[in-house]
């Protein structure tokens, strides 16, 4: 299935200026589209008489751009929940539901302004030669926080996909159900309030020596060496308490708490048997019973350092997703059943 959709007039759930005495207003207020695919295939590999074999997958992605707030002059509009600083928006050429908030000064020359604490940024970059991105240091030798709200991540995915193998071998079955997830971001808030609180693996370097950009990952994650600048770059400094209860936890910039939400589950495997041998009519009264012991969510392959990335603050049902924060993760279960057939 392919599909090309054009939505004008879409209602939103738009927030409001606390000045204004009320917190939400409900718009016809947005013009986007959706282009997406949706794939999916099963094939028969082998068949015997003893033996089958069953392989499907499915394929999916969608993507979504928005268009207009329907004000000209209006380029983001926050259309869900805000946690900690981080809100969910719907802006001008971007997928709907994308994350704002604050990050680190760093190099933007896409930006024709880049000024933080009345440092022109982007000019100390160029006069060191500083590639676009590079962190910014202070005299201190700690990052410098920037005030200003950008998009920080986007909790849509790349694609979906899954694939499914089955092995029948005379009465025995075995299935499994693989499921893939690729792209999007996951706010980490748990990690953020673990650094506040102190109880973070990450906290225990506290009366360590470091230096921001030789041996340091922001937030844990990504490579601890990265390009810096400024008047700080290469100072040795001392992480303590102050670091992980302010600038450099939940009460500092939240880009660095950003993590890709990408993964593999094995979300089902599945053994069965099916009895039909002439002893379960003559004692049963039944022409067959089916066996099957089945295990959901085993393993799990990703790169978050949380517990989960397929998880939910706000519930599946609304705009505002891609947050973290001490959400219970997906529960491993395991199903004995019985099947009487007569």
């Not at 074999?53 to 999916?60: E, F, P, R, V």
């Not at 946690?83 to 971007?94: I, M």
């Not at 693989?178 to 792209?183: L, S």
């Not at 708490?257 to 099916?274: D, H, P, T, Y």
């Amino acid at each position: 299935t392919y599909y090309n959709t054009q939505t004008r007039d879409g209602i939103v759930t738009a927030v409001l200026p606390p000045s204004t005495g009320f917190g939400f207003e409900t718009r016809n207020a947005v013009s986007m589209r959706n282009i997406g695919l949706e794939l999916q295939g099963n094939v028969r590999v082998f068949q015997s008489r003893d033996w089958q074999i069953d392989l499907g997958g499915n394929y999916a992605f969608n993507r979504n751009r928005v268009q207009s707030l329907g004000d000209p002059a209006v380029q983001t509009l926050g259309v869900g929940s805000s946690f900690g600083g981080r809100t969910t928006n719907a802006v001008v050429g971007e997928q709907l539901g994308v994350i704002r908030g604050t990050d680190f000064a760093r190099c933007r020359f896409g930006e024709a302004t880049n000024t933080v604490g009345g440092v022109d940024i982007n000019a100390a970059c160029r006069a060191a030669g500083a590639p676009d991105g590079a962190l910014y240091i202070g005299a201190n030798g700690f990052p410098v926080a920037d005030p200003t709200e950008r998009t920080i991540g986007d909790p849509n995915p790349n694609y979906f996909a899954g694939v499914r193998t089955g092995v029948t071998f005379r009465r025995l079955s075995f299935n499994t159900f693989w499921d893939i997830r690729n792209g999007g971001t996951i706010q980490n808030m748990t990690k953020a309030s673990m650094y506040n609180y102190g109880t973070h693996r990450d906290t225990e370097i506290r009366g360590s020596t470091v230096t921001f950009g030789q041996d340091y990952r922001l937030g844990g994650v990504g490579p601890a060496q990265f390009p810096v600048v400024g008047p700080g770059a290469g100072r040795a400094v001392t992480i303590g308490e102050g670091w992980f209860a302010g600038t450099g936890g939940i009460g500092g910039p939240v880009a660095p708490f950003q993590e890709s939400a990408s993964f593999v589950r094995l979300r089902e495997i599945s053994v069965g048997m099916n009895l039909n041998q002439p002893w379960v009519s003559r004692r049963l009264g039944l022409s067959s019973v089916d066996l099957r012991l089945t295990g959901n969510n085993i393993a799990l392959w990703t790169d978050y350092t949380g517990f989960d990335p397929e998880t939910s603050l706000s519930g599946g049902a609304v705009i505002t997703q891609g947050f973290d924060w001490f959400n219970a993760p997906n529960a491993r279960r395991f199903v004995l059943s019985v099947g009487l057939n007569r």
